[in-house]
C-alpha cells in the first residue's frame, strides 16, 4: 500500500493537512535540541520528511528505516538532491526487528508510523533496545480529538472527505481509507502513555497537538 502512494505521499501528506503536518514535526525536533543528540534513527521514517527535519539538530548521523522500499527510494533522491548522503542513510528493515546493536543511538524520532506496527509493544521495545542510555524517544501520531464540535468536524473530515481527496491523487483509495480506521483504532494519549511505561521509558509524556487531531509523544530510557 505505503509503496503505491509512494511518489505524491509528501505532497498529499502536506495537502491534506493544510500542511500543519510540517508544524507537528518541527516541534516534534525542537523538543530534542537541548539533549544535543548526535546520532538519531527515524523509525517509519517513509520519505524522510522527519529524518530531514532533524537535520536541525545538527547531529553526525540521521539514519531511516522502513518497510517500503518505494517509500525509501524517494527518501534517497531527496538526500541526493540536497547533497546529504554523507549524512544521511535511508535502509529497508523492520520496525519489530530493528538491525542495530543495543544501546546505539541517542534519540529516536517517529512520525505517524507506530501505529502501523504489527505488534505495537514489539516495535517500542525494539526502540528501547537500541536507544542508549540516557537517550530520548519522540514520537508523533494521530489522535481522536474529543471536544466539540473538533471531534465531529475531524470525523466527517477523515471518514468521508480524505479517502475522496486521497485516492483521486494518489490513485489509491485504499491507503486513505486505511487512516482513519487506523487512527481509531490506535491507543491514544494516556493509554499510548502507560505503553510506553510498560516497554521501560521514564518520564513519559503526552501533547495534544491542535485540538487534539495529533499527539506529541517523549521518554527517556533511564
Known amino acids: 500500500m505505503f509503496n503505491n502512494i509512494a511518489s505524491r505521499y509528501d505532497f498529499l501528506n502536506h495537502f491534506l ?8 514535526r518541527k516541534k516534534a525536533i525542537r523538543s530534542l535540541k537541548k539533549y544535543n543528540p548526535q546520532l538519531l534513527l527515524d523509525v517509519a521514517t517513509g520519505t524522510g520528511d522527519m529524518a530531514f527535519e532533524s537535520l536541525k539538530l545538527n547531529p553526525i548521523q540521521v539514519t531511516g528505516i522502513d518497510l517500503a522500499e518505494g517509500m525509501l527510494q524517494v527518501a534517497r533522491q531527496k538526500a541526493a538532491v540536497r547533497n546529504l548522503a554523507d549524512k544521511m542513510v535511508f535502509i529497508l528493515g523492520d520496525s519489530e526487528q530493528l538491525p542495530f546493536d543495543s ?10 508510523g507506530v501505529r502501523n506496527f504489527e505488534h505495537l509493544t514489539t516495535g517500542l521495545s ?3 533496545r537500541v536507544l542508549k542510555p540516557g537517550g530520548q524517544v519522540v514520537i508523533l501520531e494521530f489522535s481522536k480529538p474529543r471536544s466539540f464540535p473538533v471531534k465531529q468536524l475531524y470525523s466527517f473530515y477523515s471518514k468521508q472527505l480524505l479517502p475522496v481527496l486521497g485516492g483521486l491523487v494518489s ?46 509523544y517523549t521518554g527517556r530510557k533511564s
Do not use: H
Not at 17 to 24: A, G, H, K, P, T
Not at 103 to 112: E, G, R
Open 17 to 24: 493537512s493544510f500542511n500543519i503536518d510540517r508544524l507537528w
Open 103 to 112: 544501546n546505539t543511538f541517542d534519540a529516536i524520532t517517529v512520525a505517524f
Open 126 to 128: 525494539e526502540m528501547f
Open 171 to 216: 490513485k489509491d483509495r485504499s491507503a486513505y481509507t486505511y487512516l482513519p480506521v487506523s487512527v481509531s483504532e490506535f491507543p491514544d494519549g494516556s493509554d499510548f502513555v502507560n505503553i510506553l511505561v510498560s516497554v521501560g521509558f521514564t518520564d513519559c509524556k503526552a501533547q495534544a497537538l491542535t485540538f487534539g487531531i495529533a499527539s506529541l
